[in-house]
């Protein structure tokens, strides 16, 4: 590649394009860490891409109407940095340039979304981002279709890497975009053909348009270091009816002795290199030095969006005041008021009624009477809509013909959907749910994790929680996932025992802000427990006294979900025997941990037996039976600690001694 040539076909264009270039390699420098090689050679793509096409307003980041821009190759964070410094974004300073992946500042290794405005979501893990610009892109259509082109009408553009086309998850992000056909969808892919143990094709030869093509795409390419050539490319893809993929053909650490290897990958910081690449690139000022006519042009490129927004602004202002009071409590997460007579209508009725049901059809009744009220929810699962329940009657399928549908047809992409709806939440103004068995969250557990990393408020519907699911077997059983759930921090696991559980459990994973919650459902019908109609969320306290022990109390058995029935049945057994039993409802340890001591102590006290009862291993249970004042010699617990098997429910809860009996047994060896 002649530098001297690119330098002089397009001179502003390079130096400006170079004011990333020599950033990421002082901010690189002065961290001694960090990734020079991916902002090097896809500068000029940025500059093209920030100058001619995208939407941003540097004033007003969260500008619902904005374009999203969106890094998926994370590594090159700072490719995002330099693009937020160098167009005004408040919160990116100099200093925070300089202080690039240290302690208390928001450039961080890898774009955190949190930390800044204009970072649109968290990435790193490969292939994340690019699959979330897939929520963001089905986001944006549903909220057209819902309010209209004056209200809502941008573009997702991703930058993806090697890596991100690599990696699975790219798979299942490509083949529902396609099908889905959003159009305004467009990846432009830093085609530099290396990765860190070398060249690409030392382990892949894909045709990657091909693949794109095969899977629905328009897909064009460019020389990524021609600003013509690059923003050709990007026009057709803006007008193509499909998502569309560019394939930018790029020099990754451009101009550096390290150019088109993998040495280019990392950091570049040798101080003779750096100075012998910024020389080529004709770039004299000092370190984090911008000269002021480039940095006054890139801080210009925001005027036009000042002026989109204000127009913008002003057609919402002239909507009807309630459709755009509706926008508006949409974008900010807020839950309808009109939630919490719903949930408390259905708990109402289901006191009434006392319904033997799953958890999981329990969760549909709820979802039924939700959906109408809260506009902002998209449902989906992947591929089990009739085992998880997700779908109500009046949600209608969301498809390249119907954008009003607000249920989605994942497929059998368990991570596509769940980094779908990280993206369709962190777009704003939907409300993501989905579903798939709870033990495939292992399928989905990257995307979960970044939900919970992330803060976000996505729901995961998980059904058919435990060997209760019966015949499908150790395969599809889980054991450990609730476990693991509820070890990834900041994210809330919900166990409900009937559908008064499960409508409060709803209620709380709907209006939560800043959490991912998990609901694990059974797939095996449940008596009702709750008797009695509370206004009051008990789930919303963690755990609760569900029965109390009459007499002098000895034992306090600790239950979650399906196995609420079988505490309730070994407490029948041990009152008859004379043993004061409580039965305390654990649906949720997260919200329980969060209460106050006071609470805990009265739901949990000092004394008796403990002896908790949940078909998943004891991992995560120690702090209810042995903390909190219990003891190793008073604490017992029924559950699993090997996989399940395949054989009727009624069979493998005798085999796996989850039964009343066993319970009482427990409990009474302990007295
Ligand atoms: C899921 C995941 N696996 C591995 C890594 C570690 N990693 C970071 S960048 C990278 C290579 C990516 O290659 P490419 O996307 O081509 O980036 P380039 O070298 O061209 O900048 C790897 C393996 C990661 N960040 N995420
Ligand atoms: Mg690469």
């Not at 890094?71 to 919160?91: C, N, Q």
């Not at 109402?348 to 039924?368: F, G």
């Amino acid at each position: 590649m002649d530098i001297q040539t690119l330098r002089a076909a397009h001179p502003d264009h390079w130096m400006r394009a170079c004011a990333i270039r020599a950033l990421t390699l002082d901010a690189v420098a002065a961290a001694n860490s960090g990734h020079s090689g991916m902002p090097m050679g896809m500068a000029d793509v940025a500059t093209v891409l920030f100058a001619q096409h995208l939407k941003f307003d540097p004033t007003a980041p969260r500008w619902p109407d904005r374009d999203r821009f969106i890094l998926s190759a994370g590594h090159g964070s700072m490719l995002i940095y330099s693009l937020l410094y160098l167009t005004g974004y408040a919160d990116m300073t100099l200093d925070q340039i300089k202080g690039f992946r240290q302690w208390g500042h928001i450039t961080a290794g890898h774009p955190e979304y949190g930390h800044v405005a204009g970072v649109e979501t968290t990435t790193g893990p490969l292939g994340q981002g690019l699959a979330n610009a897939v929520g963001f892109a089905i986001a944006e259509e549903s909220l057209r279709a819902r309010f209209g082109s004056k209200i809502t009408d941008h573009h997702t553009y991703v930058i993806a890497g090697d890596g991100c086309l690599m990696e699975g998850i790219s798979h299942e992000a490509i083949g529902l975009a396609g099908k889905l056909a959003l159009s305004r969808l467009v990846v432009l892919w830093d085609n530099n053909g290396i990765t860190i143990d070398g060249k690409v094709s030392l382990s892949d030869i894909t045709d990657q348009s091909a693949r794109f093509a095969a899977a629905g795409w328009d897909v064009f390419a460019c020389d990524g270091h021609d600003p013509v050539d690059i923003d050709r490319a990007i026009v057709a893809a803006k007008a193509s009816p499909r998502p569309a993929m560019i394939a930018c053909k790029t020099h990754i650490a451009l101009g550096h002795a390290a150019q088109d290897t993998s040495k280019g990958h990392g950091a570049l910081t040798d101080a003779g290199q750096m100075a012998a690449a910024k020389a080529a690139y004709g770039w004299t000022s000092g370190p984090f030095e911008v000269p002021a006519d480039i940095k006054r042009w890139w801080e210009g490129l925001g005027a036009h969006g000042v002026t989109a927004q204000a127009e913008w602004a002003a057609r919402l202002a002239a909507m009807p005041v309630a459709r755009r009071a509706e926008f508006e409590r949409m974008f900010t997460g807020a839950a309808p008021a009109k939630l919490a007579a719903t949930i408390r209508a259905v708990k109402k009725q289901a006191v009434a009624d006392m319904p033997k049901l799953a958890t999981r059809a329990s969760s549909e009744r709820v979802l039924a009477a939700v959906n109408p009220v809260m506009m902002e929810t998209i449902g989906g699962s992947a591929d089990l809509t009739g085992s998880n329940n997700t779908k109500t009657a009046d949600l209608g399928v969301f498809s390249a013909e119907d954008r009003n549908g607000r249920y989605i047809y994942y497929g059998i992409r368990e991570h596509g959907m769940a980094a779908a709806m990280n993206g369709m939440a962190l777009h704003g103004g939907v409300r993501p749910y989905g579903g798939t068995f709870m033990c495939f969250t292992d399928y989905a557990r990257p995307a979960m994790r970044l939900s919970a990393v992330m803060g976000i408020p996505v729901v995961y519907v998980m059904s058919h929680d435990s060997i209760g699911l019966g015949e499908d077997g150790p395969t599809h059983q889980p054991v450990e996932h609730l476990a693991i759930s509820r070890a990834t921090p900041n994210t809330l696991v919900i166990r409900p025992a009937d559908l008064v559980e499960t409508a409060e459990a709803w209620e709380i994973a709907l209006t939560e802000m800043k959490r991912p919650t998990v609901l694990a459902l059974s797939r095996q019908n449940l008596p009702a427990v709750r008797r009695v109609h509370t206004a009051q969320n008990m789930v919303a306290k963690g755990a609760y006294v569900l029965a109390e022990a009459t007499g002098r109390r000895h034992v306090i058995l600790i239950a979650t979900g399906s196995e609420v029935e079988i505490a309730l049945k070994a407490r029948d057994v041990l009152e008859g025997e004379g043993i004061g039993t409580r039965v305390v409802s654990m649906p949720c340890m997260e919200l329980f941990a969060a209460r106050d001591e006071a609470w805990r102590k009265r739901v949990l006290p000092a004394g008796p037996v403990r002896v908790a009862v949940e078909a998943g291993v004891r991992q995560g249970w120690d702090r209810w039976l042995l903390g909190e004042r219990g003891r190793e010699a008073k604490a017992g617990f029924v559950g699993m600690s090997t996989f399940g098997a395949s054989a009727p429910i009624e069979r493998l809860y005798q085999e796996f001694g989850i039964t009343a009996e066993a319970t009482v047994a427990t409990a009474k060896a302990l007295l």
